[in-house]
């Protein structure tokens, strides 16, 4: 049996400490605030983050980091990706020698534009064998009420990624794994960006053939990116690559085309900051992953674009405007 250490309970954290109850594994939940942690150990739910979804009993919650850690197999990571780094630095020295460190998050970090497994094996020093990503189409909620969704798993050690693949495995989430890590998480990093373009464009009032260009010229930004950084183009296609940019860019769960709709309303980013709860990673991720596309000389138009609106107080109208008046090209 698995003994599985989620450190973050916010609503994808919580969520996936139930698929691993429900798999058989162990699960100690961790919750940055006492108070959170006592209202989920009382209650069995995460009123806050995820309500009306009943935690099984195999999940227990803390605020004591040390205490979630102790005897861990798999350490899952739960926290927005820009707090990864000064997160892991207090929780390293309680990470369990051989547990396999398991990402969920989706971004590159600004700065230093450094995927979040390169993150994890810098802070803790663990071999990029002991890092795996979980990636695909996983809107927290559809997967917290059993709605059947699959997933990828990627990991350079395949023993490592099968056995976590079998500690998360129920009748509703099917994970896949992939030795492709760098392709995994460059997926669900860059489609936080193009779903925020999305989300503008629906807040234009723009419809189905704005959505699907965006996708489709979205993923050929994120495919490039891709092969410049090594990965395989054949990730792209599958559930880490368009799988999960199809849900992200298409479905009001989604926080990043949530954000996105509201900029293209009118609304500034620190006034839809101030009405939603939950991190919207695109809004950060976008500078460092046009930063770390412009050190390889990949072009990517639409990640510039959501730069312009987000950080550079560039109006959603004109956005679309110079996207549409570019050079026109081979596709």
Known sequence: MTRAAVLGAGSWGTTFAKVLADAGSTVTLHARRPELAEAIAGTRENAEYLPGVRLPDAVRATSDAAEALDGADVVVLAVPSQTLRRNLTGWAPQLPPDATLLSLMKGVELGTTKRMSEVISEVTGAGTDRVAALSGPNLAREIAEEQPSATVIACADTDRAAALQAACHTRYFRPYTNADL????????????????????????YGDNTRASLITRGLAETTRLGLALGADAATFAGLAGLGDLVATCSSPLSRNRTFGEHLGQGMSVAEVEQITRQTAEGVKSCRSVLDLARAHGVDVPITEAVVRVCHEGESAARMVREMMSREAKPE
């Open 182 to 205: 760098v392709g995994c998480e460059l997926g669900g990093a860059v489609k936080n960006v193009i779903a925020l373009a999305c989300g503008i464009a629906a807040g234009l009032g």
